[in-house]
């Protein structure tokens, strides 16, 4: 656009040039290509259109191409019954229950519980992955449940998020008696993000390589490219500071990400929405364009790299540990539903797709049916003098004028079946809730039968949670534990805020307290495992008291075990159960860092 600076050299590639893999720039350029190529047509082929459907029957809409938007169907009922919508907001409700009642989101512990400071750096790990979390991963964990109910897969990337932004100033020079002699203009770099971060990738903005494994995507594919939004201002920034390779304004904007590149993600918005992506910008340098991430293994190596759209290098390729210090692929991708030999496994949304369909189809036809029969249609005689506006009008209380009433119009008559309708849609509603294994009220009421004992409610309850625990506990098996473990790993080789390492040095639970100057590199990379707590009956903070007394009680009953019990830790565990953090506002002592107070002296003997 006219008026729009923007300073940038051309780029210009040396064939003769290879890197440490022995490839030109040429050949990773061709690589990357041919890489996204293969894997966004396997996604668009394969997926895109059912993850399309999934997403309109999540937003409450017919699918594409439905007989309900058709001509045909202008003046009939399409009504669209949120019973998928429904479904999901249970799902999600059930993973908040199961993963955020309590304080702790895992549980870390050293591999080698004998090394006494891999027990150190498990303790004060723990506490600042706890608070490193805290801001980020209750939407980040809900938002993957929802992208497990509609799509599929969950997908997620764990980085060091670090973002820097220079400005100048004047600076006022002085003689040697203090006198101002000039002005120098001084550059400060000023740290913008310096933090951990998980973020959320739709499927169709992560491609990876078809062959991959289904039990484990991440570990067996041979390249991975995550496709991201950038304006063209973000991608300048790093090019003038030397990041990135110098590319011109027109090369840069031939990468404009355009709205085929995000069909899924302009399908959640919703109909009628604008797309703030292909809208006219301001300026040029808001204009969004595509830059695509690229990890691929060559001869045993994993390399990464940018590339501007799939037409430029942006960069040199690095091998993966100078990039990503702990050597692991930073994506998480997990799933609710297991399904062998399928590495794009189906969601809860398809499971139920057809029943929510067959809901609809009933649903409108009695709607329609209580119209007409509210409402019936005439058959009226060809050429006869009938006031046809009013007809149709139906206007109660009016008057509709024809010459021959008695053979001018004949009413017909509609049998209503709203009872029969009803009792296939409450049918149907059931069977949806058993597949995708929620428990509503409303089968609760329908149920005649079984609701109006106790043991029957809990027998409907317990048929539901059963699939339900199962289900959540797959999706954390598959994406809630990877991501922590990826997060935890990112924390032991990045972090660097002196305040949040003293806090959790001070609040861990290993004694004697810690100090800052103890939390050496060597202390905080130790070797550690990363745990999530998810039972059965997760979604029950009842059941789950219930479940940890009765365990506790057990071992209690064990020779040798009830003097080794940490009351303080069944406390904590009992109030954090039931959403209480650890319960020290309830009884101080089951603070992390409470201290027991000295041992008061005996009072002084008056006669002494």
């Given at each position: 656009k006219e008026g729009d600076v923007l300073q940038a050299e051309e780029q210009t590639y040396d064939d003769a040039a290879t890197d440490m893999s022995g490839m030109s720039e040429t050949e990773w350029v061709d690589l990357g290509r041919r890489c996204y190529d293969t894997g966004r047509t396997f996604y668009?082929?394969?997926?895109?259109?059912?993850?399309?459907?999934n997403t309109r029957m999540f937003k409450g809409r017919h699918e594409f191409g439905s007989k309900y938007d058709s001509e045909a169907f202008r003046n009939?009922?399409?009504?669209?019954?949120?019973?998928?919508?429904?479904?999901?907001?249970?799902?999600?409700?059930?993973?908040?229950?199961?993963?955020?009642?309590?304080?702790?989101?895992?549980?870390?512990?050293?591999?080698n519980v004998s090394d006494v400071d891999a027990v150190k750096a498990a303790a004060v790990l723990k506490e600042i992955v706890n608070m490193r979390l805290d801001k980020i991963w209750y939407p980040i964990?809900?938002?993957?449940?929802?992208?497990?109910?509609?799509?599929?897969?969950?997908?997620?990337?764990v980085f060091w998020w670090h973002e820097t932004a220079t400005t100048t100033r004047e600076v006022a020079v002085t003689d040697e008696m203090g006198n101002i002699i000039g002005l120098e203009t001084v550059k400060e770099e000023k740290v913008v993000h310096d933090?951990?971060?998980?973020?959320?990738?739709?499927?169709?903005?992560?491609?990876?390589?078809?062959?991959?494994?289904?039990?484990?995507?991440?570990?067996?594919?041979?390249?991975?490219?995550?496709?991201?939004?950038?304006?063209?201002?973000?991608v300048m920034v790093r090019m003038n500071s030397g990041e990135w390779n110098l590319l011109s304004p027109g090369e840069i904007l031939t990468c404009r990400w355009a709205m085929e590149d995000d069909a899924v993600k302009q399908s959640k918005r919703g109909e009628g929405k604008p797309d703030p992506v292909n809208n006219d910008n301001a300026d040029t340098r808001y204009e969004v364009v595509m830059v695509n991430e690229v990890f691929v293994r060559r001869d045993g190596v994993w390399y990464t790299y940018h590339m501007m759209?799939?037409?430029?290098?942006?960069?040199?390729?690095?091998?993966?540990?100078?990039?990503?210090?702990?050597?692991?692929?930073p994506f998480a991708y997990g799933t609710a539903m297991i399904e062998s030999h399928n590495n794009v496994p189906d969601s809860k949304t398809q499971l139920g797709s057809e029943l929510q369909r067959a809901v609809n189809e009933i649903?409108?036809?009695?709607?329609?049916?209580?119209?007409?029969?509210?409402?019936?249609?005439?058959?009226?005689?060809?050429?006869?003098?009938?006031?046809?506006?009013?007809?149709?009008?139906?206007?109660?209380?009016?008057?509709?004028?024809?010459?021959?009433?008695?053979?001018?119009?004949?009413?017909?008559?509609?049998?209503?079946?709203?009872?029969?309708?009803?009792?296939?849609?409450?049918?149907?509603?059931?069977?949806m809730n058993e597949a995708q294994g929620t428990f509503s009220g409303q089968a609760v009421a329908n149920n005649r039968e079984m609701n109006e004992t106790v043991g029957g409610m809990k027998l409907l309850s317990n048929a539901a949670t059963k699939v339900n625990d199962f289900d959540i506990r797959t999706f954390v098996f598959t994406f809630v534990r990877p991501v922590l473990e990826l997060f935890m790993l990112t924390v032991q080789y990045y972090e660097n805020d002196q305040t949040i390492m003293a806090i959790a040095a001070d609040n861990s639970a290993y004694f004697p307290r810690l100090k800052l100057e103890d939390l050496t590199d060597d202390l905080m990379t130790k070797q550690l495992e990363m745990k999530v707590d998810t039972g059965i009956g997760a979604t029950d903070p009842v059941q789950r008291v219930n479940t940890l007394m009765y365990g506790v009680s057990t071992v209690m009953n064990l020779p040798g075990m009830a003097e080794n019990m940490d009351a303080k830790a069944v406390g904590s565990a009992i109030f954090s159960t039931l959403?209480?953090?650890?319960?020290?506002?309830?009884?101080?002592?089951?603070?992390?860092?409470f201290k027991e107070p000295p041992p008061s002296e005996p009072p002084m003997d008056p006669l002494v």
């Amino acid at each position: 656009k006219e008026g729009d600076v923007l300073q940038a050299e051309e780029q210009t590639y040396d064939d003769a040039a290879t890197d440490m893999s022995g490839m030109s720039e040429t050949e990773w350029v061709d690589l990357g290509r041919r890489c996204y190529d293969t894997g966004r047509t396997f996604y668009r082929q394969g997926y895109q259109t059912q993850h399309l459907d999934n997403t309109r029957m999540f937003k409450g809409r017919h699918e594409f191409g439905s007989k309900y938007d058709s001509e045909a169907f202008r003046n009939r009922s399409k009504v669209f019954r949120p019973l998928t919508r429904m479904a999901s907001r249970s799902w999600e409700a059930d993973i908040a229950t199961s993963l955020f009642l309590n304080d702790d989101y895992m549980h870390i512990s050293p591999r080698n519980v004998s090394d006494v400071d891999a027990v150190k750096a498990a303790a004060v790990l723990k506490e600042i992955v706890n608070m490193r979390l805290d801001k980020i991963w209750y939407p980040i964990c809900i938002g993957a449940a929802q992208d497990t109910f509609i799509n599929g897969p969950a997908i997620a990337k764990v980085f060091w998020w670090h973002e820097t932004a220079t400005t100048t100033r004047e600076v006022a020079v002085t003689d040697e008696m203090g006198n101002i002699i000039g002005l120098e203009t001084v550059k400060e770099e000023k740290v913008v993000h310096d933090e951990p971060y998980i973020d959320l990738i739709l499927p169709e903005n992560f491609i990876f390589d078809p062959t991959a494994k289904a039990n484990d995507v991440i570990g067996t594919g041979n390249y991975f490219i995550h496709r991201k939004m950038m304006s063209v201002d973000d991608v300048m920034v790093r090019m003038n500071s030397g990041e990135w390779n110098l590319l011109s304004p027109g090369e840069i904007l031939t990468c404009r990400w355009a709205m085929e590149d995000d069909a899924v993600k302009q399908s959640k918005r919703g109909e009628g929405k604008p797309d703030p992506v292909n809208n006219d910008n301001a300026d040029t340098r808001y204009e969004v364009v595509m830059v695509n991430e690229v990890f691929v293994r060559r001869d045993g190596v994993w390399y990464t790299y940018h590339m501007m759209g799939t037409q430029f290098l942006l960069e040199e390729p690095v091998e993966l540990p100078q990039r990503y210090h702990h050597g692991r692929l930073p994506f998480a991708y997990g799933t609710a539903m297991i399904e062998s030999h399928n590495n794009v496994p189906d969601s809860k949304t398809q499971l139920g797709s057809e029943l929510q369909r067959a809901v609809n189809e009933i649903s409108n036809q009695r709607i329609d049916n209580v119209k007409l029969a509210l409402n019936k249609r005439y058959l009226a005689r060809r050429g006869a003098t009938i006031d046809l506006a009013a007809l149709t009008r139906s206007t109660p209380g009016g008057v509709i004028f024809t010459n021959d009433p008695a053979n001018d119009l004949v009413a017909q008559e509609v049998s209503d079946v709203t009872a029969s309708s009803y009792e296939e849609v409450q049918r149907l509603t059931m069977e949806m809730n058993e597949a995708q294994g929620t428990f509503s009220g409303q089968a609760v009421a329908n149920n005649r039968e079984m609701n109006e004992t106790v043991g029957g409610m809990k027998l409907l309850s317990n048929a539901a949670t059963k699939v339900n625990d199962f289900d959540i506990r797959t999706f954390v098996f598959t994406f809630v534990r990877p991501v922590l473990e990826l997060f935890m790993l990112t924390v032991q080789y990045y972090e660097n805020d002196q305040t949040i390492m003293a806090i959790a040095a001070d609040n861990s639970a290993y004694f004697p307290r810690l100090k800052l100057e103890d939390l050496t590199d060597d202390l905080m990379t130790k070797q550690l495992e990363m745990k999530v707590d998810t039972g059965i009956g997760a979604t029950d903070p009842v059941q789950r008291v219930n479940t940890l007394m009765y365990g506790v009680s057990t071992v209690m009953n064990l020779p040798g075990m009830a003097e080794n019990m940490d009351a303080k830790a069944v406390g904590s565990a009992i109030f954090s159960t039931l959403g209480q953090g650890d319960g020290a506002k309830f009884f101080p002592n089951l603070a992390k860092n409470f201290k027991e107070p000295p041992p008061s002296e005996p009072p002084m003997d008056p006669l002494v």
